[in-house]
């Protein structure tokens, strides 16, 4: 059974920096593009980042590059989240996803309907 497997998550100041890694262990990961959502409470999940693994070719969620880097290793077969700057409206639970198809482009990026497979979730808190 594919699973995707998050972790990484916990508590941050205002400012601190964090990395979540999405194991994929079981995905013949070269025909997948894999990304990183996150849903706070009371709102709608949305997307940070994706990376086509083939490739690496990577997007970014609305207002999102620049502090949250995607990447991904191969050989681990995992897909990281690396988080700096972080702020109180970062706090959310964040989820790895994946879709098999070669290639990504910024609409499917955007796309939570996109993405077939879901991890269960991480939650990130940044608070002072």
């Known amino acids: 059974q594919l699973q995707l497997v998050e972790s990484g998550g916990g508590s941050v100041q205002p400012g601190g920096s964090l990395r979540l890694s999405c194991d994929a262990s079981?995905?013949?990961?070269?025909?997948?593009?894999m990304g990183w959502f996150r849903q706070a409470p009371g709102k709608e999940r949305e997307a940070v980042a994706c990376?086509?693994?083939?490739?690496?070719?990577?997007f970014y969620g609305h207002s999102k590059e620049g502090r949250f880097t995607i990447s991904r290793d191969k050989v681990k077969k995992t897909v990281a989240l690396d988080m700096s700057d972080l702020k109180p409206e970062d706090t959310a639970v964040y989820y790895c996803?994946?879709?098999?198809?070669?290639?990504?482009?910024?609409?499917?990026?955007?796309?939570?309907?996109?993405?077939?497979?879901w991890g269960q979730g991480t939650q990130v808190t940044v608070s002072s």
């Open positions: 996803a994946a879709v098999r198809r070669v290639g990504a482009n910024q609409a499917i990026c955007l796309s939570t309907q996109m993405f077939t497979y």
């Open positions: 079981k995905f013949t990961m070269d025909y997948y593009v």
């Open positions: 990376v086509s693994i083939r490739d690496g070719g990577a």
